[in-house]
Every structure is written in structure tokens, then in C-alpha cells.
T-cell receptor, first 115, second 111 residues
Framework: DTAVSQTPKYLVTQMGNDKSIKCEQNLGHDTMYWYKQDSKKFLKIMFSYNNKELIINETVPNRFSPKSPDKAHLNLHINSLELGDSAVYFC??????????????FGPGTRLTVL | ELKVEQNPLFLSMQEGKNYTIYCNYSTTSDRLYWYRQDPGKSLESLFVLLSNGAVKQEGRLMASLDTKARLSTLHITAAVHDLSATYFCAVDIATGNDMRFGAGTRLTVKP
């Protein structure tokens, strides 16, 4: 009963290809996120979706596009992959109104390698 | 621009010793989080700190928050090898919808 799941876990592809990473959460949360963790372990928020509406769009290239078919899913599509896109991508989710103990819950990550 | 600065970035300590990791941030925030990440793994929530003076403890880890100084600390007491991991602080600047992370502190506890 994984709370936040991502597929695939590993993704190796050639430059210029288009790929997608899927994320699903079974926590009933309204808000989902995508983060990028680079080789130096630095974590940067990419997108945030609340009730299927984009509410944060950091300065990421428009080759990256989040797609949310329903509030339990937030997929990440990447077009024309570049070497610099190689990283670990984490999906996360959180409830809309945070209680005293609420936080973001992270998926296991997808390690993307662009050759 | 919001800055979240952790120090040290690398920490090697002996088992049984105490040490503190610091997290400074540059804007007002309602919440501060501490996460742990093991190599090749996801992020695990450790603490959520909500108010000035908040202190939370779990095992050998204790986190505190001083919102006036915009400073949080993660104190490690009598370190054990199992605590070896990367520890991140994160500042929430939009009530849960925009969380910014520090660079992480890579902790190695040696026997």
C-alpha cells in the first residue's frame, strides 16, 4: 500500500527523445509536486498542482510539462531530452490545508539518465 | 530571492559524539521541515516545526526553530552509525504549496 508511487524507477534514454514519468498517490491529497534532484543532491521544486490546476511553475524549460488526469495522478512529460536533464525526479503530495504534523510525502524517485 | 542555507554541508563524526546542523533562511515562513535521505532512497519526514520556540525530539535527534532569527537547528546526541544520511531542511513559503530546500548536510558517523 505505497502512498506515493512513481514509474519507472530508472529511465535511460538518448538525447532528443521524449519521455514520461508517472506518479500516483493514494493518500487522498489535493496537491502534488515534481522535484528535480541533481547530482549534487540539490532539490528544486519544478511544479505544483492543486485540484488539477497549476499553481507553481518554476523557471523550468517548457520542454517539461506536467499532466494531471485526476487528483491522484501527476505525470511529467519531457520533450527533446538534453544531457542536463539527467537527475533524479521525485513526485510528492500533500493535503490542501496542512495540520500541525502534515508534510509533503515523497515518492521513491525516478533516476533519469540521458545519453 | 529566498535562500535556505545549511551548514555544514559535510559532517563526519565519531559514534557517541554530539553535533548540531544549522539551517538559516531569508524570509518569513510558517513552517520548517527536516527530512532525511539515505543513499539512493526517497526523502523521509523527520520533523515539522510550526512556531517560534518549537522543539521536537525523536530518538537521538532534536529539532528547534527560532523564527525571529530565521534559524532552525538539528541536534544529534550520541551519534550512532545508523544516523548516517543526508539531512535536509526545507522552508514552506506558501502554506504547503511551495517548499524550498537547503543544500543538505551529508552526515557520516564513524565507529
Amino acid at each position: 500500500d505505497t502512498a506515493v508511487s512513481q514509474t519507472p524507477k530508472y529511465l535511460v534514454t538518448q538525447m532528443g527523445n521524449d519521455k514520461s514519468i508517472k506518479c500516483e498517490q493514494n493518500l487522498g491529497h489535493d496537491t502534488m509536486y515534481w522535484y528535480k534532484q541533481d547530482s549534487k543532491k540539490f532539490l528544486k521544486i519544478m511544479f505544483s498542482y492543486n485540484n488539477k490546476e497549476l499553481i507553481i511553475n518554476e523557471t523550468v524549460p517548457n520542454r517539461f510539462s506536467p499532466k494531471s488526469p485526476d487528483k491522484a495522478h501527476l505525470n511529467l512529460h519531457i520533450n527533446s531530452l538534453e544531457l542536463g536533464d539527467s537527475a533524479v525526479y521525485f513526485c510528492a503530495s500533500s493535503p490542501p490545508t496542512l495540520s500541525a504534523t502534515d508534510t509533503q510525502y515523497f515518492g521513491p524517485g525516478t533516476r533519469l539518465t540521458v545519453l | 530571492e529566498l535562500k535556505v542555507e545549511q551548514n555544514p554541508l559535510f559532517l563526519s563524526m565519531q559514534e557517541g559524539k554530539n553535533y548540531t546542523i544549522y539551517c538559516n533562511y531569508s524570509t518569513t515562513s510558517d513552517r520548517l521541515y527536516w527530512y532525511r535521505q539515505d543513499p539512493g532512497k526517497s526523502l523521509e519526514s523527520l520533523f515539522v516545526l510550526l512556531s517560534n520556540g518549537a522543539v521536537k525530539q525523536e530518538g537521538r535527534l532534536m529539532a528547534s526553530l527560532d523564527t525571529k532569527a530565521r534559524l532552525s537547528t538539528l541536534h544529534i546526541t550520541a551519534a550512532v552509525h545508523d544516523l548516517s544520511a543526508t539531512y535536509f531542511c526545507a522552508v514552506d513559503i506558501a502554506t504547503g504549496n511551495d517548499m524550498r530546500f537547503g543544500a543538505g548536510t551529508r552526515l557520516t558517523v564513524k565507529p
